[in-house]
T-cell receptor, first 114, second 112 residues
Framework: ETGVTQTPRHLVMGMTNKKSLKCEQH?????MYWYKQSAKKPLELMFV???????ENNSVPSRFSPECPNSSHLFLHLHTLQPEDSALYLC?????????????FGPGTRLTVL | QKEVEQDPGPLSVPEGAIVSLNCTYS??????FMWYRQYSRKGPELLMY????GNKEDGRFTAQVDKSSKYISLFIRDSQPSDSATYLC????????????FGKGTMLLVSP
């Protein structure tokens, strides 16, 4: 595997379900990100992790819970979601979090909340 | 006023045309300007990156930044069907994190 991978690629869940999205980067980077991409809206930054420590949380509802067990893996735990949470969830990584470094994106997980 | 404005398109052009994609922004602190390309069912990938004002050329692609007008452009010469994708502009003020403010993206369709 190379680059940034995400699983699952597609997920359909009910409002009462609990599920998790997984991201893995094979680039040796120290920073990882979760973004939300909705139709006709800009990419929204959700969370930033640097060396497994959360450094930014952009007023994201508590029904989204990130976890970064090590610098290669990032999870997004989902529970009690709403239909408006349906979107493409993108994971990205960069070499460092301070300064300007290219962010490499995964293919995303297409989430549908019924 | 939104921080970054970008026409969502779609923009349809014939193969070989010169394409102009644009973004305007309101935050004068932005200094780093990027263009990402996103193919269907894929994540965005960095296409061009410029710092402050000026032009940058890479093959068929030219990025322009006009900080005085708060306006950035991406030109694609001799467009190809393989250029069909959504183009996202992104900007950063280098406030300490590699956090980017994105436009909505412009869908480009290049027909053979």
């Amino acid at each position: 595997e190379t680059g940034v991978t995400q699983t699952p690629r597609h997920l359909v869940m009910g409002m009462t379900n609990k599920k998790s999205l997984k991201c893995e980067q094979h680039l040796g980077h120290n920073a990882m990100y979760w973004y939300k991409q909705s139709a006709k809206k800009p990419l929204e930054l959700m969370f930033v992790y640097s060396l497994e420590e959360r450094v930014e949380n952009n007023s994201v509802p508590s029904r989204f819970s990130p976890e970064c067990p090590n610098s290669s893996h990032l999870f997004l735990h989902l529970h009690t979601l709403q239909p408006e949470d349906s979107a493409l969830y993108l994971c990205a990584s960069s070499q460092e979090v301070s300064g300007i470094y290219e962010q490499f994106f995964g293919p995303g997980t297409r989430l549908t909340v019924l | 006023q939104k921080e970054v404005e970008q026409d969502p398109g779609p923009l349809s052009v014939p193969e070989g045309a010169i394409v102009s994609l644009n973004c305007t922004y309101s935050n004068s602190a932005f200094q780093y300007f990027m263009w990402y390309r996103q193919y269907s069912r894929k994540g965005p990938e960095l296409l061009m990156y410029t710092y402050s004002s000026g032009n940058k050329e890479d093959g068929r692609f030219t990025a322009q930044v006009d900080k005085s007008s708060k306006y950035i452009s991406l030109f694609i010469r001799d467009s190809q069907p393989s250029d069909s994708a959504t183009y996202l502009c992104a900007m950063s003020s280098n406030s300490g994190y590699s956090t980017l403010t994105f436009g909505k993206g412009t869908m480009l369709l290049v027909s053979p």
